[in-house]
C-alpha cells in the first residue's frame, strides 16, 4: 500500500506540472491518465518483479537484481500499451516504439531506483530509544525474564559445512540440485540433496513438510490457508508449504491446529 502511495503521489505531480506533455489536455484528463497509467504500469510490475526474483535466486542472486530484471519487460508492457491506446496496432509495431520504448525504460528505472533508496533508508533507519519508566523508589524491580528461546537450530552437523558464525537453521528448501539454508537474516546454497542435509540436522529437531522443505520445530509461529493449500509460518514471517500427505503427521504434532 506504501509503495501505491507513492506511485499514486508521483502520477499527481506529473499531471499537475505537466511533466511529461500530452498536448491540450485539461487537468482532470491529465489525473485521470496518470494515475490509471501508473498504477498499472505497477500492478503489472508487481507481477513480472515475482518472476524476476524466482529467476535471480535460481542464478544464486540476491532479491534485488529481480526487480531489476523486470525493469524491462515493464518498459516493453508500458510503450506497447501507450502506442496501443494512442495510435492502434500500427504505431505499436511502427518506428515510434524504440522511442517511446526507451522514455519507458527511464520511467521504469527511476521507480526502481526511488524504492531502492527508499528501502535502504528504511532498513538503516535508527529504531527510537524506548522511554524509560518512571522509577519506584520504594516498590523493588521484578527480576529479569528469562529470554525467549532462539528460534531454528542453532548446532548442527549441517553447521560444519557452513561459514563459521552462521546462525540458527529455520528450514531446509530445495533448489534443483541444492539446498538453501534458511535462517533468520541470511540464506545461503549448499550442494546437496535435501535427505542429505536434513539427514545433518539433531534428530527431532524437525520435520520435514513438504517434498522440497525441512522445517524446524522452534520455527513455526503459524499456520495460514489459502483455499485448499496450507503454509507453516516461521519467524520472521517466512512460509513453508505443506503436503496434504503431511497434514496428519503435523496435527499429530502439534503443528497444526485442527
Known amino acids: 500500500m506504501a509503495e501505491a502511495g507513492v506511485v499514486a503521489l508521483i502520477a499527481v505531480l506529473?499531471?499537475?506540472?505537466?511533466?511529461?506533455?500530452?498536448?491540450?489536455?485539461?487537468?482532470?484528463?491529465?489525473?485521470?491518465?496518470?494515475?490509471?497509467?501508473?498504477?498499472?504500469?505497477w500492478l503489472v510490475y508487481l507481477v513480472l518483479a515475482r518472476v524476476g526474483i524466482a529467476v535471480a535466486r535460481l542464478l544464486g542472486l540476491a532479491d534485488y537484481w529481480g526487480h531489476a530484471l523486470a525493469v524491462p519487460f515493464v518498459g516493453l508492457a508500458v510503450a506497447y500499451g501507450v502506442?496501443?491506446?494512442?495510435?492502434?496496432?500500427?504505431?505499436?509495431?511502427?518506428?515510434?516504439?524504440?522511442?517511446?520504448w526507451v522514455q519507458a525504460l527511464v520511467v521504469a528505472a527511476g521507480f526502481f531506483a526511488l524504492f531502492f533508496v527508499l528501502y535502504a533508508r528504511a532498513e538503516h533507519a535508527p529504531k527510537p530509544a524506548p522511554m524509560p519508566e518512571p522509577v519506584d523508589s520504594v516498590a523493588r524491580p521484578d527480576?529479569?525474564?528469562?529470554?525467549?528461546?532462539?528460534?531454528?537450530?542453532?548446532?548442527?552437523?549441517?553447521?560444519?559445512?557452513?561459514?563459521?558464525?552462521?546462525?540458527?537453521?529455520?528450514?531446509?528448501?530445495?533448489?534443483?540440485?541444492?539446498?538453501r539454508v534458511i535462517a533468520e537474516t541470511k540464506s545461503v546454497l549448499v550442494l546437496m540433496p535435501l535427505t542429505e542435509a536434513a539427514a545433518l540436522m539433531p534428530e527431532g529437531s524437525g520435520a520435514q513438510v513438504?517434498?522440497?522443505?525441512?522445517?524446524?520445530?522452534?520455527?513455526?509461529?503459524?499456520?495460514?490457508?489459502?483455499?485448499?493449500?496450507?503454509?507453516?509460518?516461521?519467524a520472521g514471517g517466512l512460509t513453508a508449504p505443506v503436503s496434504r500427505s503431511r497434514i496428519a503427521d503435523l496435527r499429530a504434532l502439534g503443528w497444526i491446529s485442527p
Open 14 to 41: 506529473v499531471a499537475v506540472f505537466d511533466f511529461i506533455p500530452v498536448g491540450e489536455v485539461a487537468l482532470g484528463a491529465r489525473l485521470a491518465l496518470w494515475l490509471a497509467g501508473f498504477l498499472a504500469a
Open 210 to 234: 513438504h517434498r522440497s522443505w525441512w522445517v524446524a520445530t522452534s520455527a513455526v509461529t503459524g499456520q495460514r490457508r489459502a483455499g485448499r493449500d496450507l503454509h507453516l509460518v516461521l
Open 143 to 179: 527480576p529479569p525474564s528469562p529470554a525467549p528461546p532462539v528460534p531454528g537450530v542453532a548446532a548442527s552437523a549441517l553447521h560444519q559445512r557452513l561459514e563459521p558464525g552462521f546462525p540458527a537453521i529455520l528450514a531446509l528448501s530445495a533448489e534443483d540440485h541444492y539446498v
Open 83 to 100: 502506442l496501443g491506446l494512442v495510435g492502434g496496432r500500427a504505431a505499436m509495431f511502427g518506428a515510434q516504439f524504440s522511442a517511446v
